[in-house]
């Protein structure tokens, strides 16, 4: 089965820069997802890892760390819209869909 | 389309009434998937399609909730006889394969009163 686990809530300031864990346990890896919920709206896509390293996508990067089962998503120059959800989801090379974990909750205050 | 398009965007119905929701996903793409999320809490997986056939549907609660995606038509999510847990978002998404980026519908609002 799979595992992910990251924190419920987190708080930052606007123009600070903020990291957001995320671990898993799975059986077969292939991928790991970053998506963006806003309050009321449809998760959008954010990153993908699949190899180890870091993606660097405008303000937000993402890091995965296979071995260590980690992953982590980056977020400088926080502003205000930044405040939502931020879901990790993993894939499994089997025939299973992606599993999201509960979500980071961030509010960025000013 | 360009986009995955839900149906409706609220739905209410009283406790054993059945409730019917429609998913179309972005043209070209194979899997639908169906995710039912309560109060902002976790995603939870339901049930997934790649074109018309029942890929994985481990999350289902077999007992009320059924779901298809027939050719040339939008996929369906039914529950049948719905009690007040059922109140949820119910996303649907769509991809090109089953291990890759889904998009995400807006979303149908379940209230069961």
């Known amino acids: 089965g799979q595992n992910i686990d990251q924190p419920t809530e987190m708080t930052a300031t606007e123009g600070a820069i903020v990291q957001i864990n995320c671990t898993y346990q799975?059986?077969?890896?292939?991928?790991l997802f970053w998506y963006q919920q806003h309050a009321g709206e449809a998760p959008t896509f954010l990153s993908y890892?699949?190899?180890?390293g870091l993606e660097e996508k405008g303000r937000f990067s993402s890091f995965l760390s296979r071995s260590k089962g980690y992953s982590y998503l980056l977020l400088k120059e926080l502003q205000m819209k930044d405040s939502a959800s931020y879901l990790c989801a993993v894939g499994n090379s089997g025939n299973t869909p992606l599993v999201f974990g509960k979500g980071t909750r961030l509010s960025v205050i000013a | 389309g360009e986009e995955v398009a839900q149906t409706p965007k609220h739905l209410v119905r009283g406790e054993g009434q059945k409730a019917k929701l429609y998913c179309a996903p972005i043209k070209g793409h194979s899997y639908v998937f169906w995710y039912q999320q309560v109060l902002k809490n976790e995603f939870k997986f339901l049930i997934s399609?790649?074109?018309?056939?029942?890929?994985?549907e481990t999350g289902m609660p077999k007992e009320r909730f059924s779901a298809k995606c027939l050719p040339n038509s939008p996929c369906s999510l039914e529950i049948q006889a719905t009690k007040l847990e059922d109140s949820a978002v119910y996303f649907c998404?769509?991809?090109?394969?089953?291990?890759?980026?889904?998009?995400f519908g807006p979303g149908t609002r379940l209230t069961v009163l």
């Open positions: 399609f790649q074109n018309e056939n029942v890929f994985d």
């Open positions: 998404a769509s991809s090109l394969r089953q291990d890759n980026e889904q998009f």
């Open positions: 890892n699949v190899l180890d």
């Open positions: 799975t059986s077969g890896f292939n991928g």
